[in-house]
């Protein structure tokens, strides 16, 4: 049992990087969008292997799954650097449905391997289009955009945070 499960939490965003010198933060989120987040309840982070509880003070919504945002506590270039990579959770007080593993939102970071094993990119972002879900990656070449089909996807490891696909001549 992970330490968010101990604690009723729910990861939405990983903290991508810091944003100018006063602690602003981009976030990119999994799951669901910045629309969905209640400023009114607190976000949590892991320092020191326990949950941290922050309040959002401003989010401005940046494409369909980043965004700006500044937190209580982080107000600095020192502290936002020190929260750049970490996870955000919120608590989970619903019965949640199980993650049955169809959420590509999450695989932000991650490398993307061919079906040859050569790695293609970093999984840089995620476009919800209905009917046709797809990942940007960044290569060498530039960035490339590429629907998500459960047919294309050859495997999803977790532990190595990487996404192995078929991927249709031309894309890549």
């Avoid at 982070?45 to 369909?64: A, C, T």
């Amino acid at each position: 049992m992970s330490d968010a499960d101990i604690h009723n939490l729910r990861k939405i965003a990983q903290i991508l990087k810091s944003n100018g010198t006063d602690g602003e933060l981009v976030i990119g989120f999994r799951g669901i969008g910045p629309e969905d987040i209640d400023t009114e309840e607190p976000v949590f982070i892991h320092f020191d292997g326990l949950p941290v509880p922050f309040y959002i003070n401003s989010i401005e919504k940046r494409g369909n799954s980043k965004a700006l945002v500044r937190l209580t506590g982080i107000d600095s270039l020192t502290d936002a650097e020190e929260a750049a990579g970490k996870w955000i959770y919120v608590q989970d007080d619903e019965d949640s449905e199980e993650d049955d593993g169809t959420d590509i939102s999450g695989l932000i970071g991650w490398t993307l391997f061919d079906h040859n094993h050569n790695e293609v990119g970093i999984i840089s972002d995620f476009y919800d289009i209905p009917g046709n879900p797809c990942i940007e990656a960044g290569t060498i070449s530039g960035t490339i955009m590429i629907p998500v089909h459960e047919d294309l996807v050859i495997s999803i490891d977790k532990g190595s945070r990487t996404l192995t696909m078929h991927i249709p001549e031309g894309l890549a």
